[in-house]
């Protein structure tokens, strides 16, 4: 594809509800990251992933947010038991590469609009 | 900790003004600064970075580390310049590879009215 896409691009969840979010990074990159984007804030970092290995997980807000990258493509972030203040849109980022290098550029999706009603 | 503060949330400016967005950090170790952009119904996308010392679309920023500042500055604003602007810091994360994440500030509308 042309750039890392997310699906479903809206998404609503009944309070209690689990939901996955997809992420498709541009093919080859070996760096993933997921941010979580409140109403008028910036992008807070979630997690990230080196090809299928997460290596840091320290912006997950809590244990009902889990994220897998399995085969070191695809990412899915799952958020089990939703709660209102999970409402917000969730960016992935892919780059071509890790390391001490961020002026490789950082590539994102349209995010997901999670609404929890 | 790392932190990026952009004060103004909001800035209108007529076609043709100066514009200056400003950008304040707090790190410890040796910044990276960028700006990303996202104009309406776009996605995020990198506008510029500090360590190219480029220009983008006229815009400029010079990384101030005596003032823990990156602003970001152009001379005559256009239209489509009408945008959400974000400043990020590049910051280490812990564990394998040495790798990094973005700290970004909470963003600023710029409305460019003709």
């Known amino acids: 594809g042309a750039g890392v896409s997310q699906s479903p691009r809206y998404k609503v969840a009944k309070r209690g509800q689990d939901v996955a979010l997809r992420c498709d990074p541009i093919?080859?990159?070996?760096?993933l990251f997921w941010y979580q984007q409140a109403l008028g804030q910036g992008p807070e970092f979630l997690t990230y992933?080196?090809?299928?290995?997460?290596?840091?997980k320290s912006g997950l807000p809590s244990d009902r947010f889990f994220a897998e990258r399995p085969e070191g493509s695809v990412s899915t972030l799952k958020i089990q038991r939703t709660q209102q203040e999970d409402s917000a849109v969730y960016l992935c980022?892919?780059?071509?590469?890790?390391?001490?290098?961020?002026?490789?550029?950082?590539?994102f999706g349209q995010g997901t609009r999670l609404t929890v009603v | 900790a790392q932190r990026v503060t952009q004060p103004e949330k909001l800035l209108s400016v007529f076609k043709g003004a100066p514009v200056e967005l400003k950008c304040n950090y707090s790190?410890?170790?040796?910044?990276?600064l960028f700006w990303y952009v996202q104009y309406s119904r776009q996605r995020l996308q990198l506008l510029l970075r500090?360590?190219s010392r480029e220009s983008i679309k006229g815009f400029t920023a010079d990384l101030n580390k005596g003032e823990t500042s990156f602003h970001l500055k152009k001379p005559f604003a256009q239209e489509e310049d009408s945008a959400m602007y974000y400043c990020?810091?590049?910051?280490?994360?812990?564990?394998?590879?040495?790798?990094?994440?973005?700290?970004f500030g909470k963003g600023m509308k710029l409305t460019v009215n003709p």
């Open positions: 980022a892919s780059r071509p590469r890790s390391g001490r290098n961020f002026n490789t550029e950082a590539f």
């Open positions: 093919s080859g990159h070996v760096s």
């Open positions: 992933f080196q090809n299928e290995a997460q290596l840091d």
């Open positions: 790190y410890s170790g040796s910044p990276e």
């Open positions: 500090h360590i």
């Open positions: 990020a810091l590049s910051v280490r994360i812990r564990g394998q590879g040495g790798s990094e994440k973005l700290v």
